[in-house]
């Protein structure tokens, strides 16, 4: 290596780091920021009924929720003419694949995560089985991919419903999605958000205290909001955490 950045003292790169850090605080602000107006974003009404393949037989956008609230759509690239067909989707859709975790938390947030493709069902539950993916898999029929901005690229659509009726609400494609795949960078471009009271979302959304509706996986709906952070020190102005509530119990 012949052109390395200066090799410098602990306390020279103590120093160093604490200046990138003041950048990276403004980033974190800066991000904050910007889901802060996604939610704040005009909904656009989907007024066709458009229609998807499942492992349940044909099915509409609405139940594609699961019965949440919102919902988050990844058209991946998996069909006849794609590179890999049909042993493997597409190498950018299959790491995005490779990306998401388990789906449970997103759920708890009322959220629920699909992708869709071209290929027939048959071969996407082949493609998940081989690859060890979770995720629900839908094969789309109709003009849903060119209707919403995939049907030539890979993209993130995220819709809300009230009743019967379904908007869409955010969009993210081209290098917007190699952010994509954890649970908090799926609910940022999400209507509501985490749903967290530290966030700047609109008057009468839901939100609730940060961290305390985090659980184990298998085990949301079992629980009294968690208390594993522990409470807040009163001698440390810089603790964070949110105080106990009274109808609260430790975990």
């Given at each position: 290596?012949?052109?390395?950045?200066?090799?410098?003292?602990?306390?020279?790169?103590?120093?160093?780091?604490?200046?990138?850090?003041?950048?990276?605080?403004?980033?974190?602000?800066?991000?904050?920021?910007?889901?802060?107006?996604?939610?704040?974003?005009?909904?656009?009404?989907?007024?066709?009924?458009?229609v998807f393949e499942g492992p349940e037989g044909r099915v509409s956008?609405?139940?594609?929720?699961?019965?949440r609230r919102q919902l988050v759509l990844?058209?991946?690239?998996?069909?006849?003419?794609?590179?890999?067909?049909?042993?493997?989707?597409?190498?950018?859709?299959?790491?995005?694949?490779?990306?998401?975790?388990?789906?449970a938390h997103l759920n708890a947030r009322d959220t629920t995560l699909v992708f869709a493709s071209r290929a027939p069902q048959a071969d996407i539950v082949a493609l998940k089985e081989r690859m060890g993916w979770q995720m629900?898999?839908?094969?789309?029929?109709?003009?849903?991919?060119?209707?919403?901005?995939?049907?030539?690229?890979?993209?993130?659509?995220?819709?809300?419903h009230n009743g019967d009726k379904v908007f869409r609400t955010y969009f993210i494609h081209n290098r917007g999605d190699e952010a994509m795949g954890t649970t908090w960078?799926?609910?940022?471009?999400?209507?509501?958000?985490?749903?967290e009271l530290w966030e700047d979302s609109p008057e009468g959304?839901?939100?609730?205290p940060p961290y305390e509706w985090w659980d184990w996986h298998d085990s949301y709906g079992e629980h009294i909001p968690s208390r594993w952070f522990g409470d807040p020190d009163p001698d440390n102005?810089?603790?964070?955490?949110?105080?106990?509530?009274?109808d609260q119990e430790s975990a």
């Open positions: 290596m012949d052109h390395t950045p200066p090799i410098v003292s602990p306390q020279e790169w103590q120093a160093a780091w604490q200046e990138m850090l003041v950048q990276e605080k403004a980033a974190t602000r800066a991000r904050d920021a910007l889901a802060a107006a996604r939610r704040r974003m005009p909904w656009q009404a989907v007024d066709r009924q458009y956008l609405l139940d594609l929720f699961q019965g990844y058209r991946a690239f998996f069909e006849p003419g794609v590179g890999g067909w049909p042993r493997h989707a597409c190498r950018g859709c299959s790491m995005m694949a490779d990306h998401v975790g388990n789906l629900p898999w839908y094969t789309m029929t109709d003009d849903f991919d060119a209707d919403f901005g995939v049907d030539e690229w890979h993209g993130t659509n995220a819709f809300i960078s799926f609910l940022d471009m999400t209507a509501l958000g985490r749903q959304y839901p939100r609730t102005p810089k603790d964070q955490r949110p105080p106990r509530r009274e």
